[in-house]
């Protein structure tokens, strides 16, 4: 029988590279998502790329009552991989509570459902946002928590250590939290990818769609950052690697394998790369100039943040086998297939 994982969130941008790889790996998958930032017809994509259409439950897990009845209908679930959150740092700062009830109410709910189970398996979609600008780079697991700059970058400190602290008192509880650096680019299929709303906050969208003519020019925001360049470094991570990770993390809770019953592990590539290094290298996979100009500094952006992955690598026999120019690349021709 096939083991059945819940991915909350599951037609969303990551959530969708996720029940690929867990399809693909043989794990039978319901989809939870409210679709409130994804579409249905993502459904229909993962179908074409693995040959099965996962199960599928539109449901809003801010509704308690909801969450209590899905799990009084599924006994026979070995994990859930929770992404089903808000993510605008800016609409965060907007409207905190909205941001609090989506992330941190949700999280409790799964959670009350999870500790009526004799044991359960849980990964919790967390971000390098925890660490904040750290003293030092690489950023291992061990980098101190900073203050958050954003609602939405503490829904994740809150998130983590609301799972941290309900694992110390319930053994059969094991949980995960995979902690992203900058998650980009599209499945190889070129079928499912990013599909952001409105106007992209995050760099890679923005780029594809300017590059694609959708967006006129890309503002990049600051070059006076005591960097190489002067622009800000992040840790670009192909999605499907990114996906890839999380298997290895459901397969160490379900194997037992687990040190301790809540863990934490960066997910990036260990290579930092500025803004106009990614610039230069989306011009070099489409073949063509980037319209950009240079603006002032984006508030609450860090200068640098990239990962130390010799946990993750060696814990959880994970590496990332995709870099930046396939990343770029598949996000480019994503751009080109959703026009
Ligand atoms: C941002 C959030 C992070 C969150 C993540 C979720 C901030 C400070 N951080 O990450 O907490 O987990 O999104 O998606 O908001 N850039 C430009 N021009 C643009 C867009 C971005 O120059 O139009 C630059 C930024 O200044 C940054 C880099 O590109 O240096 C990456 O930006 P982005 O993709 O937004 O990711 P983060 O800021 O790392």
Not at 30 to 38: A, G, P, Q, V, W
Not at 91 to 99: A, G, M, Q, R, T
Not at 199 to 225: A, H, K, W
């Amino acid at each position: 029988m096939k083991q059945k994982i819940v991915v909350t969130g599951g037609l969303g941008f990551i959530g969708s590279h996720v029940v690929v790889e867990l399809q693909n790996e043989g794990f039978e998958v319901i989809i939870i998502d409210n679709l409130s930032n994804s579409s249905e017809d993502v459904l229909e994509g993962i179908k074409a790329i693995t040959g099965v259409q996962p199960l599928f439950e539109k449901l809003d897990l801010r509704d308690k009552s909801l969450v209590v009845d899905f799990f009084s209908r599924h006994h026979d679930i070995m994990g859930v991989i929770h992404f089903a959150a808000s993510k605008a740092v800016g609409e965060s700062v907007k409207l905190p509570l909205l941001y609090y009830e989506n992330n941190l109410n949700t999280l409790i709910y799964i959670l009350q459902e999870l500790q009526k189970k004799e044991s359960s398996n849980f990964i919790f979609s967390s971000s390098c946002t925890v660490y904040g600008q750290a003293d030092t780079l690489p950023i291992t697991e061990a980098a101190p928590i900073k203050e958050a700059e954003s609602p939405y970058g503490n829904t994740k400190q809150i998130g983590e250590e609301i799972i941290h602290d309900t694992c110390k008192v319930l053994e059969n509880l094991k949980a995960i939290a995979l902690r992203y650096f900058n998650p980009i680019g599209a499945h190889d299929s070129v079928i499912i990818g990013e599909l952001p709303i409105g106007t992209p906050q995050n760099l890679v969208p923005f780029i594809t769609q300017t590059g694609i003519g959708l967006r006129e020019e890309l503002s990049v925001f600051g070059d006076d950052y005591p960097t190489e360049d002067g622009t800000c470094i992040r840790d670009y991570i192909h999605v499907v690697d990114l996906a890839k990770a999380h298997v290895a993390a459901l397969k160490r809770l379900i194997s037992g394998d687990n040190a301790d019953n809540y863990e934490v592990f960066n997910i990036g590539t260990g290579k930092g790369s500025s803004v106009l290094e990614v610039i230069s290298a989306f011009e070099a996979v489409s073949n063509q100039k980037l319209n950009y100009k240079i603006v002032e500094r984006r508030e609450g952006d860090v200068i640098a943040a990239y990962a130390d992955t010799t946990k993750a690598n060696n814990v959880l026999g994970w590496k990332p086998k995709l870099d930046l120019m396939d990343a770029l690349s598949s996000a480019w021709k994503w751009e080109q297939r959703i026009k």
